[in-house]
């Protein structure tokens, strides 16, 4: 135990005093944390869908939950069921095979609802275009408000996005 | 040895292909009812199949023909066999070896062979409500028109008894992580039995290399496993430089392996976490993902890209590291190791996180040796298998690799191999940096020709990756077949968990932690 403590206490926070290039997530966090505040009571709830992706857009997800990017501090936070969901964070392309999953997500989830498509396949169907098996972009099944391009999309480039969901007027 | 075996039961049964690339990866064609005899000589030389996959070779004037890929050590030995197109069958290999079980399902739903004899012709990956007749993988199929659904009902395994139940989950888990469905049955907290159902991010992965040039298929490759994207990368360009049997600059094969072995580290710190999270041990996965977010940033520094996505291709790599680089990352390890082995302290004095750890989700040696898993998963049940090992690329004939190898086969087991890898990885940079040759970083590749194959085996993080690629007759891509280790580790997840406990399978899973993109393709 003593040890956990000591590593606890040593690490310290670690939270972004963040390097200059990334100097605009302070920025961009800020804002984010006063629409949030504004719009959503202080809390903005999001349900993931993993749509068909190749996997990369899910790790920069899990790095904007990691202690540097710390996005609860803002008042995000990630949910199990689409029905506490504020926004429905999706990354794509829609396979065939995940299109009906999608959609019974999205009606699982109770209006008003943002639905924002992240990285190129979520925006377009990205490298994998639209086939037998691919539907190609988020939009071709649900609506989408606003689209996060990047392959994968950058930890920044996630919270500018949900900033401008949640924000309309950047 | 294998080829021995194959021409004691064979003889001149089995005709021997010059085409195949590298040619140290010997590959022959048999009469298709000797397809079978093949794969009982590789099974008593001890031999593993690695993967079986068929192909579409009528643009050769010829009908389909079906592959098994054998290992044994360092070796690995193709049988081919031709399947006519008006018999589309083949003998099954289930029997003899477990893994085929898989494979042929879906040679059976994507190109439309049979595998005669074979006990369970649900379909795999293709879902009920596809079109019966409709085979992605011929030449025949327009991958560009999309498929009418149709009715259809998907056939489940099915327990029943007094208090048995069962509990659907997925596809659309609770977590952020990849879709997929787990069905137990379960009675109380014990279940027993899990069946998988994968498919759902099948994006048509081995299509659509068919309508790319060799030079822009890396970037698909790059896009099977985001999470393994150096590997698949690395793997893919090894297939075609094979094919194309062109030789790469030294400096290019060390860069390749520096940037597979940060690739390591940090998923290896993210799964550590992971799993220690898991068992409600939140404090580790917040220590490393700390570690893992210094390791990305440092490759966005240096190779301009997080996962260091798109630096490998065909030929060469695309980055450099140059003497600040070095520095940067002999500093970045300093402080990674330092910080890296208080942590594993910890775990080890941990005693509430090693009773949940221990003797939980065993995959016993035997039957991990039966299902032929690879990688992580192996090595932590007592299979010594490491492609770093038995079928090194430069840098890695330089030195000893230290390969862990565990016999508990728990949740524990796969946790540590982990742990002794990281330790690994970091000696293996450090020596990278120090060692590493002057030179040019990629040369031009040329077009291969027809009628050829390539092969080439990775170990990426999780394990062995296999590409194998087939020249058409214009010497374009003809088949990109993608064996990620998932697409057999999955059947070990689904042996390890029949008498664990329910709430036990997030940390199990967490422990196999396979590539659902990169089992569906």
């Not at chain 2, 739903?109 to 074979?118: E, Q």
């Not at chain 2, 498919?199 to 060799?214: A, N, P, Q």
């Not at chain 2, 597979?260 to 580290?265: G, K, P, S």
């Not at chain 2, 090194?392 to 540590?416: C, M």
Request: net charge negative; with cysteine; proline share 7%.
């Amino acid at each position: 135990m003593i040890r956990i403590l000591r590593q606890i206490f040593r690490t310290g926070i670690v939270t972004e005093p963040l390097p200059p290039a990334e100097e605009e997530i302070r920025v961009i966090g800020g804002k984010l944390e006063e629409a949030i505040k504004r719009r959503f009571r202080g809390s903005l709830t999001i349900r993931e869908v993993d749509a068909g992706s190749c996997n990369g857009c899910e790790l920069e997800i899990h790095a904007i939950n990691n202690p540097i990017y710390n996005c609860e501090r803002f008042g995000i936070h990630f949910t199990a069921s689409p029905r506490f969901a504020d926004m429905l964070l999706v990354t794509g392309p829609v396979s065939r095979n995940m299109e009906i999953a999608l959609r019974r997500t999205y009606n699982a989830t109770p209006p008003p609802k943002l639905v924002v498509a992240v990285g190129d396949c979520g925006c377009n169907g990205g490298i994998f275009g639209e086939s037998y098996a691919s539907l190609g972009g988020i939009d071709k099944v649900i609506p989408v408000d606003v689209y996060i391009p990047g392959c994968p999309t950058t930890p920044a480039a996630l919270l500018k996005g949900i900033l401008k969901a949640v924000d309309g007027n950047l | 040895m294998l080829k021995e075996a194959i021409d004691n039961v064979l003889g001149t049964a089995a005709a021997y292909t010059e085409r195949q690339f590298p040619q140290s990866v010997v590959s022959c064609t048999v009469p298709r009812e000797r397809f079978v005899d093949a794969a009982k000589a590789m099974k008593r030389a001890y031999a593993l199949l690695a993967a079986e996959w068929a192909t579409d070779e009528t643009p050769f004037g010829g009908g389909f023909a079906v592959y098994a890929c054998y290992r044994w050590g360092s070796e690995y030995l193709i049988v081919r066999t031709e399947v006519p197109v008006d018999d589309p069958t083949f003998p099954s290999l289930t029997k003899k070896y477990v893994p085929a079980y898989r494979f042929e399902r879906q040679i059976h739903s994507l190109m439309g062979l049979v595998p005669a004899g074979h006990p369970d012709l649900r379909p795999w990956i293709k879902f009920e409500d596809w079109p019966e007749d409709s085979w992605p993988l011929r030449k025949t199929f327009n991958a560009s028109t999309p498929l009418p659904r149709v009715n259809g009902e998907y056939q489940w395994v099915r327990a029943e008894g007094e208090g048995v139940y069962e509990i659907p989950v997925g596809p659309v888990h609770a977590g952020i992580i990849e879709p997929g469905h787990f069905r137990f049955q379960a009675v109380g907290e014990m279940i027993v039995n899990l069946e998988e159902r994968l498919g759902y991010v099948h994006k048509g992965i081995e299509k659509r290399f068919e309508s790319f040039s060799w030079q822009e298929g890396v970037k698909l490759a790059g896009r099977v496993s985001g999470d393994t994207t150096v590997a698949h990368s690395i793997a893919y360009s090894m297939a075609v430089e094979a094919i194309a049997q062109c030789n790469i600059p030294e400096r290019a094969h060390w860069l390749r392996t520096l940037f597979l072995e940060r690739e390591r580290i940090a998923n290896h710190l993210g799964d550590i976490g992971a799993i220690c999270n898991d068992a409600a041990f939140a404090f580790m996965l917040y220590q490393a993902m700390r570690l893992k977010e210094m390791l990305l940033r440092t490759n966005l520094e240096l190779f301009g890209h997080r996962f260091i996505m798109d630096r490998v291709m065909p030929g060469g790599v695309t980055a450099d590291i140059d003497e600040n680089g070095k520095k940067e990352i002999l500093k970045e390890l300093d402080l990674l190791s330092k910080d890296f082995e208080r942590l594993v302290n910890i775990y080890d004095e941990n005693s509430s996180l090693e009773d949940r750890v221990r003797d939980t989700g065993i995959l016993i040696p035997e039957r991990a040796r039966e299902l032929c898993t690879v990688g992580i998963v192996a090595r932590a049940s007592g299979l010594n298998l490491d492609c770093r090992l038995q079928n090194p690329f430069p840098p890695y004939d330089r030195f000893e690799v230290n390969v862990p190898v565990l016999i508990s086969g728990d949740v524990h087991a796969r946790a540590w191999v982990r742990v002794e890898e990281i330790r690994e990885s970091i000696r293996i940079i450090r020596f990278i940096l120090e060692n590493i040759p002057d030179g040019s970083l990629s040369v031009n590749i040329a077009q291969p020709s027809p009628d050829t194959s390539g092969f080439a085996a990775v170990e990426g993080w999780r394990g062995e990756i296999i590409y194998w690629v087939q020249a058409g007759p214009r010497g374009e891509i003809n088949r990109c077949m993608v064996r990620d280790p998932s697409s057999v580790n999955w059947l070990g997840l689904e042996q390890a968990i029949p008498g664990n406990i329910v709430p036990d399978f997030p940390l199990c899973n967490k422990s196999f932690n396979q590539s659902y993109s990169g089992h569906d393709l």
